[in-house]
T-cell receptor
Framework: NAGVTQTPKFQVLKTGQSMTLQCAQD?????MSWYRQDPGMGLRLIHY???????DQGEVPNGYNVSRSTTEDFPLRLLSAAPSQTSVYFC?????????????FGPGTRLTVT | AQTVTQSQPEMSVQEAETVTLSCTYD???????LFWYKQPPSRQMILVIR??????QNATENRFSVNFQKAAKSFSLKISDSQLGDAAMYFC??????????????FGKGTKLSVKP
């Protein structure tokens, strides 16, 4: 099992550009989520999905879009990048939402917006 | 809404000594889970230990153990015989036993642990 994979590992964007962060898991997990990590802020939830075709907003959803057309993939789209979106982004998955199931994380994407 | 607070932004420990990282949380739920995640410089998030709220017995995993005080809403992590490889950011996290929007993992802001040789 590859677990949770994310691409790219690093990205530099100019303000106003758009891009998609890719996330895939091969564990047949229902639940997938995106977090951003900023210094001193911990991990904050951007969007999450409890199954294919179902997505919802987390704590900091503005400026981001998601879709979940398959169980395996959960891409995160930045519509018009802003310097405030400079951060490290993590994708995660677990069997389901809630409960004591371990949440597995991808290796992260470091995004810089200039 | 549930919140998780880690009051120690940074901690330091001598190699082979013991260190305790603090975490408190706020919830009105009775069924939930608590986690400690480790994030080394590689950035990879690694589950260290988990605790079920309905269990009175504190969880242990080798050199890692927790002190879970449900009434006080406290969940501290004790690392015994600290090793250089324990140097990392440690995050405390809460997860409801309920599904849907209530079942997301909620993180504290983290404690950076340094280990001195």
């Amino acid at each position: 099992n590859a677990g949770v994979t994310q691409t790219p590992k690093f990205q530099v964007l100019k303000t106003g550009q758009s891009m998609t962060l890719q996330c895939a898991q091969d564990m047949n997990h229902e639940y997938m989520s995106w977090y951003r990590q900023d210094p001193g802020m911990g991990l904050r939830l951007i969007h999450y999905s409890v199954g294919a075709g179902i997505t919802d907003q987390g704590e900091v959803p503005n400026g981001y879009n998601v879709s979940r057309s398959t169980t395996e993939d959960f891409p995160l789209r930045l519509l018009s990048a802003a310097p405030s979106q400079t951060s490290v982004y993590f994708c995660a998955s677990s069997i389901t939402t809630g409960g004591g199931y371990e949440q597995y994380f991808g290796p992260g994407t470091r995004l810089t917006v200039t | 809404a549930q919140t998780v607070t880690q009051s120690q932004p940074e901690m330091s420990v001598q190699e082979a000594e013991t260190v305790t990282l603090s975490c408190t949380y706020d919830t009105s739920e009775s069924d939930y889970y608590l986690f400690w995640y480790k994030q080394p410089p590689s950035r990879q998030m690694i589950l260290v230990i988990r605790q079920e709220a309905y269990k009175q017995q504190n969880a242990t995993e080798n050199r890692f153990s927790v002190n879970f005080q449900k009434a006080a809403k406290s969940f501290s992590l004790k690392i015994s015989d600290s090793q250089l490889g324990d140097a990392a950011m440690y995050f405390c996290a809460y997860r409801s036993d309920y599904g849907g929007s209530q079942g997301n993992l909620i993180f504290g802001k983290g404690t950076k642990l340094s280990v001195k040789p």
